[in-house]
């Protein structure tokens, strides 16, 4: 019989007189922490050292943590409208402080990208792994605890319990232990807010050792806004968008680029005329894969990615996602996203939430089990993921940095860019921003070489920045260093090409062509205005959990610390801030960040930089 608590400290030592003393838990990764309980038995470690307590997961989420001044005054009354109820993780808060307890572990095998940079003891418990091992891993490790976050249903009387948003590795542990292979017990915390998702899922109470049910327990879910689209994602969006053929199967990964991507294969579908518009504003003249689409979407596409996000059902919505395998368009592992898109999935007829199918991760990523049907259904398959970093060989770099230090973790993109390779029509697209800003500077983010891979190069096949689309499969080392020479920004294809010369991977008479030398970001500004001006391309393509006046702010702000991190543009913003006429319009997102009133030498100076960044930012 299911025992059920409404006390998380009660749970917690029924959990450590039912499996004892040495815990190993596994904490799903992201949304679907059962945070009460995990938080329960971290005290009962804490608090007594004959508890050995291993938390082994991914995606820790956590509030943000404002710094300066005008961080705090902006994101401060965010926090509390997005995540004031949401309780904080204590190991997180231990781990930051360096004060974790010496019988408590916590590994993970994907952090919150730049989370835990520098923290050393994340960095030397995190563990490289395909998404697709991470169930394997903790098997090995002696697995014996399952907590998770479950919505709740009754159904002619009997009450059910759905994974909803993290069927990903628990529904591979949950294989393994009915063939035998594992002895973990699950133990489940109610939430209101998660959706009830029909399918593999969908279980009985009798899969689990005890539930934690009570209203003083729910907590409103992680619900991490949409941040907007800059042009350079947009690019990077619209030019993936015309290598998704109709017909075909969409991946996407985590990120602002899938939103571009689904917002370009709207306009798409929805306005084709000014898609192909833009599309030749973006790249005139450039030489075009030959899968390049810019159809309508009469077929429509099916969906299989180990992440769901809002952008999948804003496709639904457009009636671009819409081709059936078994009834479905649509198969997931894990969700996560902002509140709108918790409430669409909540909300949804039974009809139209059964054609998104929540499945284990070894579903999504992989194609062994069933892989006559997997290979049927993922036809001329799109597989868009996000890299930080691209070398001139064609290797990715995704998840670390040359020192070691690890940013977020392999995740599934290796599982995605092997499935690519194993089904015939499909590609493996990784996006790259052509430069990122480091101060005052503009480095490349097409290198000659780097000392991390994610990707290795024998493993490469299409590129994509903001200036375009560089075709890589099966090509020669020259033909591939030439291509992603055309897609770097020009500010820095001349030292790129002359490193692959020195090295004799490009002949000594190459030349970058001139249709190519212009790629700067005013011409992606210049390309996309028209699209911009005209609403096709909104800075938040699905909605914003940002206020009117948060939405002006943000650019403003972006604007400042630009310039707070340019020595030599800041003394202007100033001068400009104290010698305007002031601008009515400005009056609400001044009083926004509290400077209606400055009171003090410092927040007369934020006044003026901010209503200088606000003019400049109206102008850009």
């Given at each position: 019989?299911?025992?059920?608590?409404?006390?998380?400290?009660?749970?917690?030592?029924?959990?450590?007189?039912?499996?004892?003393?040495?815990?190993?838990?596994?904490?799903?990764?992201?949304?679907?922490k059962a945070n009460h309980i995990a938080n329960a038995l971290y005290a009962r470690?804490?608090?007594?050292?004959?508890?050995?307590?291993?938390?082994?997961?991914?995606?820790?989420?956590?509030?943000?943590?404002?710094?300066?001044?005008?961080?705090?005054?902006?994101?401060?009354?965010?926090?509390?409208?997005?995540?004031?109820?949401?309780?904080?993780?204590?190991?997180?808060?231990?781990?930051?402080?360096?004060?974790?307890?010496?019988?408590?572990?916590?590994?993970?095998?994907?952090?919150?990208?730049?989370?835990?940079?520098?923290?050393?003891?994340?960095?030397?418990?995190?563990?490289?792994?395909?998404?697709?091992?991470?169930?394997?891993?903790?098997?090995?490790?002696?697995?014996?605890?399952?907590?998770?976050?479950?919505?709740?249903?009754?159904?002619?009387?009997?009450?059910?319990?759905?994974?909803?948003?993290?069927?990903?590795?628990?529904?591979?542990?949950?294989?393994?232990?009915?063939?035998?292979?594992?002895?973990?017990?699950?133990?489940?915390?109610?939430?209101?807010?998660?959706?009830?998702?029909?399918?593999?899922?969908?279980?009985?109470?009798?899969?689990?050792?005890?539930?934690?049910?009570?209203?003083?327990?729910?907590?409103?879910?992680?619900?991490?806004?949409?941040?907007?689209?800059?042009?350079?994602?947009?690019?990077?969006?619209?030019?993936?968008?015309?290598?998704?053929?109709?017909?075909?199967?969409?991946?996407?990964?985590?990120?602002?680029?899938?939103?571009?991507?689904?917002?370009?294969?709207?306009?798409?579908?929805?306005?084709?005329?000014?898609?192909?518009?833009?599309?030749?504003?973006?790249?005139?003249?450039?030489?075009?894969?030959?899968?390049?689409?810019?159809?309508?979407?009469?077929?429509?596409?099916?969906?299989?990615?180990?992440?769901?996000?809002?952008?999948?059902?804003?496709?639904?919505?457009?009636?671009?996602?819409?081709?059936?395998?078994?009834?479905?368009?649509?198969?997931?592992?894990?969700?996560?996203?902002?509140?709108?898109?918790?409430?669409?999935?909540?909300?949804?007829?039974?009809?139209?939430?059964?054609?998104?199918?929540?499945?284990?991760?070894?579903?999504?990523?992989?194609?062994?089990?069933?892989?006559?049907?997997?290979?049927?259904?993922?036809?001329?398959?799109?597989?868009?993921?996000?890299?930080?970093?691209?070398?001139?060989?064609?290797?990715?770099?995704?998840?670390?940095?040359?020192?070691?230090?690890?940013?977020?973790?392999?995740?599934?993109?290796?599982?995605?860019?092997?499935?690519?390779?194993?089904?015939?029509?499909?590609?493996?697209?990784?996006?790259?921003?052509?430069?990122?800003?480091?101060?005052?500077?503009?480095?490349?983010?097409?290198?000659?070489?780097?000392?991390?891979?994610?990707?290795?190069?024998?493993?490469?096949?299409?590129?994509?920045?903001?200036?375009?689309?560089?075709?890589?499969?099966?090509?020669?080392?020259?033909?591939?260093?030439?291509?992603?020479?055309?897609?770097?920004?020009?500010?820095?294809?001349?030292?790129?090409?002359?490193?692959?010369?020195?090295?004799?991977?490009?002949?000594?008479?190459?030349?970058?062509?001139?249709?190519?030398?212009?790629?700067?970001?005013?011409?992606?500004?210049?390309?996309?205005?028209?699209?911009?001006?005209?609403?096709?391309?909104?800075?938040?393509?699905?909605?914003?959990?940002?206020?009117?006046?948060?939405?002006?702010?943000?650019p403003a702000l972006q604007v400042l610390q630009q310039a707070l991190h340019t020595?030599?543009?800041?003394?202007?913003?100033?001068?400009?801030?104290?010698?305007?006429?002031?601008?009515?319009?400005?009056?609400?997102?001044?009083?926004?960040?509290?400077?209606?009133?400055?009171?003090?030498?410092?927040?007369?100076?934020?006044?003026?930089?901010?209503?200088?960044?606000?003019?400049?930012?109206?102008?850009?």
């Amino acid at each position: 019989m299911l025992m059920k608590f409404t006390d998380p400290d009660d749970m917690a030592e029924h959990i450590i007189r039912d499996v004892g003393t040495n815990l190993v838990v596994g904490l799903p990764l992201g949304l679907g922490k059962a945070n009460h309980i995990a938080n329960a038995l971290y005290a009962r470690a804490a608090a007594d050292r004959a508890i050995n307590l291993t938390f082994f997961t991914a995606l820790t989420l956590e509030k943000p943590r404002p710094k300066s001044l005008l961080e705090r005054r902006f994101i401060a009354p965010v926090i509390d409208r997005l995540f004031g109820g949401y309780p904080d993780l204590a190991y997180a808060g231990a781990l930051h402080a360096d004060e974790l307890p010496p019988n408590v572990k916590v590994i993970e095998f994907f952090f919150l990208a730049g989370k835990w940079l520098h923290a050393p003891f994340a960095q030397q418990h995190y563990i490289s792994a395909n998404y697709t091992h991470a169930s394997s891993y903790l098997l090995a490790r002696g697995l014996n605890v399952v907590t998770q976050l479950v919505a709740k249903r009754v159904v002619d009387g009997e009450t059910r319990y759905s994974l909803s948003c993290n069927t990903d590795t628990t529904l591979d542990l949950l294989r393994a232990r009915v063939e035998g292979r594992a002895a973990f017990k699950m133990f489940a915390q109610v939430n209101s807010e998660l959706p009830f998702m029909p399918g593999a899922g969908d279980l009985a109470a009798t899969e689990f050792s005890a539930v934690l049910d009570s209203p003083e327990t729910d907590f409103p879910l992680f619900a991490p806004p949409a941040e907007p689209v800059s042009d350079t994602k947009y690019a990077i969006g619209l030019h993936a968008a015309t290598l998704v053929r109709d017909g075909g199967t969409l991946q996407i990964g985590i990120g602002q680029i899938g939103d571009a991507l689904a917002q370009g294969l709207i306009v798409r579908h929805r306005d084709n005329a000014r898609f192909r518009e833009i599309m030749q504003r973006l790249s005139p003249g450039a030489e075009q894969l030959p899968a390049l689409g810019a159809e309508t979407f009469e077929t429509g596409l099916y969906g299989v990615s180990e992440m769901l996000t809002e952008a999948f059902i804003r496709l639904i919505e457009a009636d671009i996602l819409k081709r059936e395998v078994d009834g479905v368009v649509l198969h997931g592992a894990f969700f996560l996203g902002p509140k709108s898109f918790y409430r669409a999935l909540r909300e949804m007829a039974p009809d139209a939430i059964a054609r998104i199918q929540m499945m284990p991760v070894s579903f999504t990523n992989e194609l062994y089990g069933n892989e006559a049907a997997k290979r049927r259904a993922r036809v001329d398959a799109r597989f868009i993921n996000n890299a930080m970093m691209a070398t001139l060989m064609g290797a990715a770099v995704s998840d670390g940095l040359e020192n070691g230090q690890v940013i977020s973790g392999v995740g599934g993109q290796y599982n995605f860019v092997a499935q690519a390779f194993a089904l015939q029509g499909a590609r493996a697209i990784l996006t790259v921003e052509a430069t990122r800003q480091a101060g005052a500077r503009a480095h490349s983010n097409i290198r000659w070489t780097y000392g991390h891979q994610t990707i290795p190069r024998h493993l490469r096949d299409v590129t994509i920045t903001e200036y375009g689309v560089a075709d890589l499969r099966g090509k020669s080392d020259a033909d591939v260093i030439a291509a992603l020479l055309a897609v770097a920004d020009s500010r820095f294809q001349g030292e790129l090409a002359r490193q692959a010369k020195d090295a004799g991977k490009l002949p000594k008479n190459f030349e970058i062509p001139a249709d190519r030398r212009e790629n700067f970001p005013e011409r992606i500004k210049a390309a996309l205005k028209p699209a911009r001006d005209a609403g096709l391309l909104p800075s938040f393509p699905f909605g914003s959990d940002f206020t009117d006046t948060e939405q002006r702010l943000i650019p403003a702000l972006q604007v400042l610390q630009q310039a707070l991190h340019t020595p030599l543009q800041l003394p202007g913003l100033l001068w400009q801030g104290l010698t305007r006429t002031p601008d009515a319009a400005d009056d609400e997102c001044l009083a926004r960040l509290g400077l209606d009133n400055p009171k003090t030498f410092a927040e007369r100076a934020y006044r003026a930089l901010v209503g200088a960044a606000l003019a400049r930012s109206r102008a850009q």
